[in-house]
């Protein structure tokens, strides 16, 4: 067990739904990062979270939107959902606002969108 | 813009045998470098970093990595491959401390098969 949190592990739904993933990050850790992967583009960074603020942005689509709580846990919201976005979403979490000291991650949750 | 490139998508050998993984980067700064490791159907755990230190690093496992700023490389390697050493391995460089995303850039992934 990594402490990052992810539910659900799995999740099916149709085109045109919505859907959000949740992740809790471990204990004492300030950042939240999602990425994407899918067999057609591998891993992909999201976006970032830093103590409820957003601090970055990677190939995030505008259907897709995160946020992350006072309680740092952080949800990632799928809308308008596409067969393409089919994939498996990590999310990871680390003590600072950087990214040299690695991350941890989480399971994932794997999306089958029908 | 920083990018990583995994020599090999696949990689086959025969258990006892040594692991080689090859990886070479390409950064504006001096980088920070890592190993991840991906089981099937599992998540991503890191196997070692470097991070300026000694450029031969040790990580979980029995594997190590080693920096060579001349090559661009950072190789992974393992002198006796296990059954358990089975999956994906993701090099990974990251954004210099106090870059704007400190997001993490992946290699494509090496899958490796240990035959017995």
Request: with cysteine.
């Amino acid at each position: 067990d990594s402490g990052v949190t992810q539910t659900p592990k799995h999740l099916i739904t149709a085109t045109g739904q919505r859907v959000t993933l949740r992740c809790s990050p471990r204990s004492g850790d300030l950042s939240v990062y999602w990425y994407q992967q899918s067999l057609d583009q591998g891993l992909q960074f999201l976006i970032q979270y830093y103590n409820g603020e957003e601090r970055a942005k990677g190939n995030i689509l505008e259907r897709f939107s995160a946020q992350q709580f006072p309680d740092l846990h952080s949800e990632l919201n799928l809308s308008s959902l596409e067969l393409g976005d089919s994939a498996l979403y990590f999310c990871a979490s680390s003590v600072e606002d950087r990214g040299d000291y690695g991350y941890t991650f989480g399971s994932g949750t794997r999306l089958t969108v029908v | 813009a920083q990018s990583v490139t995994q020599l090999d998508s696949h990689v086959s050998v025969s258990e006892g045998t040594p692991v080689l993984l090859r990886c070479n980067y390409s950064s504006s700064y001096s980088p920070s470098l890592f190993w991840y490791v991906q089981h099937p159907n599992k998540g991503l755990q890191l196997l070692l970093k470097y991070t300026s230190a000694a450029t031969l690093v040790k990580g979980i496992n029995g594997f190590e990595a080693e920096f060579k700023k001349s090559e661009t490389s950072f190789h992974l390697t393992k002198p006796s491959a296990h059954m358990s050493d089975a999956a994906e391995y993701f090099c990974v460089v990251s954004d210099p401390p106090g870059a704007a995303g400190n997001k993490l850039t992946f290699g494509g992934g090496t899958r490796v098969l240990v035959k017995p």
